[in-house]
């Protein structure tokens, strides 16, 4: 779970660490986007397409690549 902001029409913007976990070496594939500070939203967005710098991949917490882009269905 983390927060992210909608930058255009079906993309957000978001950390990184929420796709990547670097401690366990492995990605979240299984998204789901849902709108609203509270988490109280019925309706939510999967996630078709995700990027991140490839950098943040490594275990050194010093890393300034902790973005990522999520492209929403349609």
Known sequence: MGSGVLISKNIVLTA????????????????????GA?????????????RYMREFKTKDNKTPYDFALLKLTK
């Not at 990184?16 to 709108?35: D, L």
């Open 16 to 35: 990184a660490h929420n796709i990547y976990n670097r401690v366990q070496g492995y990605e979240n594939t299984a998204f789901k986007v849902y709108f």
């Open 38 to 50: 509270d988490g109280t939203a019925k309706q939510y967005y999967d996630v078709e397409e995700f």
